[in-house]
């Protein structure tokens, strides 16, 4: 059991908060998660927000609750937890006082969780303003969204900045995908499991993809999206960090320093691209008005209301990890805006079978594939060669065993990322977060593709509600490969 901590949500007003943070501490408390005494401080700009703030914070529960777990009982209750507080991160006044009188009530010893959801820009004065009003403690921890900077160099100089005031044991950066259950289900299935570890490498996997795909545009995010990009927005944290929990090596035990180790090997391992490399194992592109779901949507350079961009909207990869589990095994990582579907998934399709002693009329013979969902639905799927049941005749087909847990969840339990790692925080757990030496690592490799297309090169064009470019396709073919699209026949 937790012991009582504080939590300030700096940009508590934000959506981020709303939208996420604040429907994780909720159902934290629905589920006895929240310990008697703990405080949530979102902080807001001007003190009239922070006179409506719980009036805002119930129409945002209400809001993005699933249906069923928003009540009034529950809201009454929770709300005893919420202390908004009126802060400017950026400048230096007394209501960075107020805030620490609050927290002072309880004295040193308590937890605290200083939660940056504001642009990583603002981060370094952020805590230098927590050093210089003596908020920081032995027991504080320092919550940062990605994506950290917009290169190695900036990277290291916001976490240099960071690092001034708190020591790397105190920084918990965030990737929400990281606390997601089925990315949970993913170590369990593969560390627990001799059956699947025993065929976890290259002898055994044919290729293995891992696509985020999303049907949304810019929404809010305009300004931010062109200059970050696909790449730097989604590759660069969400997909390398899935790609390190699919391909690391066993961790002599699982505590932050073992995982972390083991997933910074990975990163090293990944083969450069650079050059005419980038050219032919990258593709990026950039979405045009299409049909989606039956829908008319405009294209990027529409809602961006510009007349030209190159950012990307969407980022394939073939990426190879050089070590002896995974010699010659292609890791194709794919991302984009306004996809035909939602989804994210990690797909790992096995080699065939080295002898097929049937006949051709029994029909083709698939290779097996496993399937980790992790969004919308969290599931995982095994996909096997059966005999049809239905006639005499030996025909075979691909079935699908559905070895989903959810089922099996206590009742009231909600599985939500935010909560997983805001609750890891608070409890000084830091497994599920992201080390500074992985954040360099991973921009030494991002750093040289956008490189090359600085030089060279302009997106290639895709229909919004499609699966992307038609490159992305070709880059697959060239291996005799294909995309795994959800809800369509591989």
């Excluded at 802060?87 to 006044?93: G, L």
């Excluded at 696909?230 to 929990?245: E, F, I, T, W």
């Excluded at 292609?330 to 080699?351: D, Q, S």
């Amino acid at each position: 059991m937790l012991n009582p901590f504080d939590i300030v949500i700096f940009g508590g007003g934000g959506d981020l908060a709303l939208r996420k943070l604040l429907p994780a501490m909720y159902r934290a408390y629905q589920e006895g998660n929240l310990p008697e005494g703990s405080r949530v401080l979102p902080t807001v700009r001007a003190q009239e927000q922070r006179e409506q703030y719980l009036a805002t914070a119930e129409q945002a529960l209400q809001s993005h609750l699933s249906e069923g777990e928003f009540n009034a009982k529950d809201w009454k209750a929770f709300s005893q937890f919420l202390v908004p507080v009126v802060v400017n991160v950026t400048a230096s006044d007394d209501n960075w006082d107020v805030l620490k009188d609050i927290l002072d009530t309880d004295g040193e010893e308590k937890s605290r969780v200083f939660y940056l959801s504001l642009p990583p820009a603002v981060y370094g004065t952020c805590c230098e303003l927590l050093s210089q009003k003596n908020l920081i403690t032995e027991n504080s921890r320092v919550v940062v969204e990605k994506p950290i900077g917009y290169c190695g160099k900036s990277a290291e100089e916001i976490n240099g900045k960071i690092a001034q005031f708190f020591d790397e044991s105190q920084i918990f950066r965030i990737d929400h995908y990281l606390g997601k259950e089925t990315v949970q289900n993913l170590m369990a299935l593969r560390f627990a499991n001799a059956l699947f570890e025993n065929l976890w490498d290259a002898k055994s996997i044919d290729n293995i993809q891992i696509s985020i795909s999303e049907t949304v545009g810019l929404e809010s995010r305009a300004g931010f999206y062109d200059k970050a990009g696909a790449l730097r927005d989604m590759v660069q944290n969400h997909l390398l960090q899935l790609l390190c929990l699919v391909a690391m090596e066993s961790p002599s035990k699982l505590n932050a320093n073992s995982i972390r180790a083991e997933k910074l090997k990975v990163l090293e391992a990944l083969r450069p691209l650079v050059g005419e490399d980038v050219d032919d194992n990258v593709v990026r592109g950039q979405y045009v008005p299409g049909d989606l779901n039956g829908k008319l949507v405009p294209g990027y350079l529409e809602e961006l209301g510009e007349g030209s961009s190159t950012t990307e909207t969407f980022v394939a990869i073939r990426a190879h990890i050089d070590n002896w589990r995974w010699a010659g095994v292609p890791f194709y990582l794919r991302t984009g805006k306004r996809m035909k579907k939602r989804c994210a998934e990690i797909v790992v399709e096995y080699k065939p079978v080295s002898h097929n002693v049937y006949d051709p009329s029994v029909g083709p013979i698939q290779p097996n594939r496993l399937e980790i969902r992790l969004q919308p639905e969290e599931s995982i799927q095994l996909t096997l060669m059966s005999k049809r049941l239905d006639n005499l005749e030996m025909q075979l087909q691909p079935v699908t065993l559905n070895i989903e847990l959810s089922q099996q969840y206590s009742k009231g339990f909600h599985s939500d990322a935010y909560k997983r790692l805001m609750l890891d925080a608070a409890a000084n757990n830091p497994a599920l977060f992201i080390h500074r030496d992985e954040v360099r690592q991973a921009w030494q490799w991002i750093d040289p593709i956008v490189a090359r297309w600085q030089e060279k090169g302009t997106p290639s064009l895709y229909r919004a509600g499609s699966w992307g470019p038609e490159a992305a396709d070709e880059l697959l073919e060239e291996n005799n490969h294909a995309w795994f699209n959800v809800g369509e026949k591989a």
